[in-house]
């Protein structure tokens, strides 16, 4: 089992920057492909980024490009989410997730999720 914590949601205003970490315990980390999803109100949770277990490979959704930024630090047990210039469309809970396969652009992938942090960007 792996144990996924988020943190460093919250409400800011549109152009502003948030920082989100996810803490993983239970099994080792740099075992695990990570990745981020989000999930808006009345909408399907979707892909955001993606990170291999060596923080090598990464990959992003097509309206995050250039904005937000994923990394980990796997002595820290901890992926991040850097993200600015944040907009309105944005607001939505933020998941992380852990995978031991290849696949990642598909929830169902992902074995294991935290429970989410919310992000409401403001306008």
């Known amino acids: 089992q792996v144990q996924l914590v988020e943190s460093g949601g919250g409400l800011v205003q549109a152009g502003t920057s948030l920082r989100l970490s996810c803490a993983a315990s239970?099994?080792?980390?740099?075992?695990?492909?990570m990745g981020w999803f989000r999930q808006a109100p009345g909408k399907e949770r979707e892909f955001v980024a993606t990170i291999s277990r060596r923080g090598i490979i990464k990959d992003y959704a097509g309206f995050v490009k250039g904005r937000f930024t994923i990394s980990r630090d796997n002595a820290k047990n901890t992926v991040y989410l850097q993200m600015n210039s944040l907009k309105p469309e944005d607001t939505a809970i933020y998941y992380c997730a852990a995978t031991q396969g290849d696949s990642y652009y598909w929830a169902a992938a992902y074995n294991y999720w935290g429970q989410g942090t919310q992000v409401t960007v403001s306008s």
């Open positions: 239970g099994r080792t980390f740099s075992d695990y492909r």
